[in-house]
């Protein structure tokens, strides 16, 4: 992925349709963030068809069409609610705001596909539990680096097979670029957008739990600052933490929004992961200094190292995956608990996060 700006990160894959054009309609609306690109890319690429777009700024809504000059443009929020045939609404919002329109769209009899972070307080979170328990419905959350990026997908892969034995340790890197004069207001407001691990550690955190295969972990430490940033004092620019798995597998990782100018990409996103018998390394975004391409993943065993580049050579399975769950009311892209645990931990790893830039 050559882009240098992450905020409209929207990778393309292979074709995979699951469904008949038709059979899987899709309302898209809340365009505030552009990861509604990658997610409707995912969608398409996997059979969905995008019937509506809606959003109150007009301007965002043409921005939207010109990468989907087919989708047709609803009058309101009520038009896609209302429409029997629609069976997801999937939505980039403010993120202090992603959940309460998740529970009007399942209030509605949809299921919805957010962007990440899905929530900003741990309120939120139980309000949604809540809805999804009457409804029955299923609250989506788009973790694209690990759902969106080959090398991850590959990764998880090669953990399943065996390959590097049980993972028992996860040190993930997911440094991002400010592009400060390209942010929305919100981005700056700690209210709306959550914190620094709220929001990029909610990928993080789900990777650890997805890996290591763990279904509960506690947070021992974390700690966010503003080291650079006095103009806009409630962005944390920088933030890391500590947990441990209710399997033993511990995870230590690094998020922050100081990508150099210089680098080919928006984030030198890798991730390292040790097992009993291997370890697996993977460069998401670029090969730094080396290649300018993406998914690069490098595998020691006991009877070799090997580097894949993995580009176009294993797809996006969890779309497909998501949109058979819709349909079939099964759980095989990913479990509800999951989701909300990931969204669980990072919440409480922003709520007792140490400030350690407050005082200097």
């Known amino acids: 992925m050559g882009s240098k700006d992450g905020m409209n990160y929207a990778p393309k894959g292979k074709i995979n349709r699951v469904v008949e054009p038709g059979e899987f309609n899709v309302g898209v609306t809340a365009l505030d963030h552009g990861h509604i690109n990658g997610m409707t890319n995912g969608l398409i690429e996997a ?20 990468s989907f000059p087919d989708v047709a443009v609803a009058d309101s929020l009520e038009q896609i609610l209302e429409d029997p045939t629609i069976h997801l609404v999937a939505a980039a919002a403010v993120p202090n705001l992603r959940s309460a329109l998740g529970n009007r769209v399942m209030r ?30 299923k609250y989506w959350v788009y973790f694209s680096e690990r759902l969106h990026v080959e090398g991850a997908v590959f990764a998880g892969q090669l953990i399943e097979e065996g390959r590097i034995g049980r993972v028992i340790q996860v040190t993930g890197f997911g440094p991002h670029r400010l592009d400060k004069e390209k942010r929305p207001d919100w981005f700056f407001k700690k209210e709306q957008y959550g914190g620094i691990l709220a929001d990029i550690g909610s990928h993080q955190i789900e990777q650890f739990l997805y890996y290591t295969g763990n279904d509960d972990a506690k947070v021992l430490h974390s700690k966010v600052g503003n080291y650079n940033n006095p103009d806009t004092p409630e962005l944390e620019d920088y933030g890391d933490a500590t947990l441990v798995g209710d399997n033993g597998a511990t995870f230590i990782f690094k998020v922050d929004w100081f990508t150099p100018d210089g680098l080919g990409t928006w984030g030198d996103g890798r991730t390292f992961i040790t097992g009993t ?37 294993v797809g996006f399975p969890f779309f497909g995956e998501m949109i058979l769950d819709c349909v079939n009311r099964t759980e095989n892209a990913m479990t509800q608990e999951h989701i909300f645990k990931a969204q669980e931990l990072c919440l409480k790893a922003q709520e007792q996060a140490l400030h350690i830039t407050a005082n200097l």
Do not use: W
């Open 47 to 66: 059979g969905a068809t995008i019937k509506y777009v809606y959003d109150p700024d007009p301007e965002k809504v043409a921005n939207y069409l010109e």
């Open 108 to 137: 509605a009899g949809k299921d919805y596909f957010t962007d990440k972070t899905g929530f900003t307080t741990l309120e939120q979170l139980e309000e949604t539990k809540k809805v999804v328990a009457e409804t029955g419905k």
């Open 277 to 313: 018998e291997g370890t697996i390394e993977i460069r998401k975004y670029i090969n730094v200094a080396t290649e300018q391409t993406g998914d690069h993943l490098f595998l020691v065993t006991k009877d070799s190292e090997e580097h894949y580049s993995l580009t176009g050579e």
